[in-house]
């Protein structure tokens, strides 16, 4: 019965429709401002956009079987470039542009913002890792 809840669950969470995206805005380097028909307005980091890329080669290290990204606190982003009429390609300063972020993603990236962060930063320091880039000697 359980399973069947959970089943549902999903089923239900992935049924819903994300409202219309009605502005996007770059603030370069530091972030992207999202607007949606409902009255949702997000303010999402480079860190936060860098670590949730949605590209499969966005610099992952493997620890004990987690896919963790680390060492972004500061990363910038230096451009936006238009996918169609569905969503944007980030680059950002540490070279990294191959995700695809859709609309719909930065309104998941948006309204999850506090969960998915504090995940992170729980993941980050389960393996010993940090935020802040590795200092050069």
């Not at 819903?16 to 028909?37: G, H, M, N």
Request: overall charge positive; glycine content about 8%.
């Amino acid at each position: 019965m359980a399973g069947i809840r959970r089943a549902i669950r999903c089923i239900q969470t992935v049924a819903v429709e994300c409202p219309r995206l009605t502005r996007f805005t770059l603030q370069a380097p530091k972030s992207v401002e999202v607007e949606y028909d409902n009255g949702s307005v997000y303010s999402l980091s480079a860190e936060y956009l860098r670590i949730y890329s949605p590209a499969v080669d966005s610099k992952i290290r493997s620890v004990g079987g987690e896919k963790v990204i680390s060492g972004r606190r500061h990363v910038g982003i230096m451009s936006a470039e238009p996918i169609g009429n569905y969503g944007v390609r980030l680059l950002f300063d540490d070279l990294h542009k191959t995700g695809i972020f859709t609309w719909d993603y930065f309104y998941h990236l948006g309204s999850n913002r506090f969960t998915l962060m504090r995940n992170y930063i729980r993941t980050l320091k389960k393996h010993g890792l940090s935020r802040d880039p590795p200092r050069r000697k």
